[in-house]
């Protein structure tokens, strides 16, 4: 019982000295989060407070808009809302990563373990003959002999410099980094299957359109055929009939080569395989274009886009590491005790004169190791002047991000609003072309000659369409797409 009431005395003495020296200092630079930028805009003509309408209308931008967690909803198309929900179920990249995150926060949780005492217990027993010219290693003197051990050992480095403390720090700033890496997959997930689904709507109507035209410039062909046969027409017309419809045929296998690309790509992002295709088809008529676009100061941009804290928790561990190379350098203390009994029997194995203890202390202090915990610190140091920069690129290129998908916005609207009227008038031009055809007032090759500017001006108002509803897209992933609304989870200490 001696034996038992030493243990616990021990195991008291190594508590209390681990819950003082957790309240001391830790060497190396304390961790504080790197200051917000104090620029108002993105680029040389901020935007005013009030909303401000983009370059050809029906979109705006107002610092005031909520930035939604589920930025895809406005585009109020269920088709889109199910091949996201698809690919954030489905998709093996983002089940990677959330699996990668989940060993990031076990490792973290492991780590804690250095900052109280390790406890192990053992039992043996062993069968041993002694020879008759050395003295008995009983007591009752006899040589043949079973032994039977059992003990507890309880053991403790005193983290005098916090390098236990530092070592924990680290593992935690690696784990949110990891945390927000894995958000900022998830936001890329979602918007790569927006513009490719966008895409794939965009290439499927400028599929029908080539094919129609294709169509018409047979037609075309044929027409001139006829004339060339009845002497109309001279050789040369025909030829040139012939190029056309030979450039219209040459246009399709690229377009339908990028549709199925596009296809195969949803397949793929939606976790299928290209034999079974995407769940679902947009209809790019179907989706609407959001009114009301929010836009971040960039002082909120630091904190909202999740690629940016990921680098902060970068720098965080870099920090840390300096600690912990400074403390490698510095004197460590250890404790230890144990107890336990040794008897040739299992039922005597805890009786007072079969017990045994010990406790013990030590210290150590590095002396000389080559040079090799110099330039380990020295080391850290330069990495954590590598991380501050890598911040400071990532910062820079998230505001180059935004400001390129603003200028995006604005330019698309342009270029949509311009395509929108040139159908306009294509459409118009066929209209009237078709009247005067019913009237013989112009030839059946002029009607189809119009035709064909309209299928051509449907192209270009759909690939106009799909490409400001990406940027669209493109512009809440800019801003962080609104994931702590999604997560909803603080971080844990």
């Known amino acids: 019982m001696n034996t038992a009431r030493s243990l616990r005395a021990a195991g008291c003495a190594l508590l209390t000295a681990a819950s003082a020296v957790l309240a001391g200092c830790a060497v190396g630079p304390d961790f504080r989060a790197p200051p917000a930028p104090a620029g108002k805009a993105y680029d040389p003509q901020p935007i005013a407070a009030a909303a401000a309408p983009l370059a050809g209308g029906g979109q705006a931008l107002s610092p ?131 513009a490719t689904a966008l895409t794939e709507a965009s290439l499927h109507l400028q599929v029908a359109a080539q094919e129609r035209i294709i169509e018409l410039a047979l037609a075309q062909r044929d027409i001139a055929r006829r004339q060339q046969d009845q002497g109309e027409i001279a050789g040369a017309a025909l030829m040139a009939q012939e190029g056309a419809l030979a450039q219209a045929r040459a246009a399709l296998p690229p377009l339908r080569k990028q549709w199925t690309q596009a296809r195969d790509a949803l397949a793929y992002l939606t976790g299928r395989a290209p034999a079974e295709g995407p769940p679902a088809s947009v209809d790019l008529a179907e989706v609407r274009l959001p009114r009301d676009l929010p836009l971040s100061l960039p002082a909120e941009l630091v904190r909202q886009r999740p690629d940016l804290r990921a680098a902060e928790e970068n720098l965080h561990a870099a920090s840390a590491g300096v600690g912990i190379a400074i403390a490698a350098r510095l004197p460590q203390i ?160």
């Open 64 to 194: 005031t808009a909520p930035l939604p967690a589920e930025w895809w909803r406005p585009f109020h198309s269920p088709a889109l809302d199910l091949l996201v929900a698809e690919a954030l179920a489905r998709n093996s990249d983002l089940a990677a990563t959330r699996a990668a995150l989940k060993a990031a926060r076990e490792s973290w949780l492991a780590s804690k373990g250095v900052l109280l005492p390790s406890v192990d217990a053992g039992a043996s027993t062993s069968r041993a003959k002694g020879t008759q010219y050395l003295a008995p290693a009983l007591a009752d003197n006899s040589f043949d002999y079973n032994l039977q051990t059992a003990q507890v050992t309880v053991g403790y480095t005193l983290d005098l410099f916090g390098a236990n403390r530092r070592q924990v720090e680290q593992a935690r700033a690696q784990y949110q980094a990891q945390r927000f890496e894995a958000e900022a997959a998830r936001l890329t997930l979602i918007n790569t299957v927006i």
């Open 334 to 493: 250890t404790l230890s005790a144990s107890g336990g009994g040794s008897s040739p029997g299992w039922a005597s194995l805890l009786s007072g004169a079969n017990s045994f203890w010990s406790l013990g202390a030590g210290v150590s202090q590095p002396l000389f190791a080559g040079g090799a915990l110099l330039h380990k610190q020295r080391a850290a140091k330069a990495t954590l002047d590598q991380a501050r920069e890598l911040y400071r690129s990532a910062v820079l290129a998230a505001f180059q991000n935004v400001g390129d998908t603003l200028h995006a916005l604005q330019e698309d609207a342009t270029a949509l609003d311009a395509a929108e009227q040139a159908r306009q008038a294509a459409q118009g031009q066929y209209e009237v072309a078709c009247r005067q055809a019913r009237l013989g007032e112009i030839p059946e090759m002029t009607r189809l000659a119009a035709e064909q500017a309209l299928r051509q001006a449907d192209q270009a108002e759909a690939a106009a369409a799909a490409q400001r509803l990406a940027d669209t897209a493109a512009l809440y992933q800019a801003l962080g797409g609104g994931w702590q609304g999604a997560d909803g989870a603080k971080a844990e200490r």
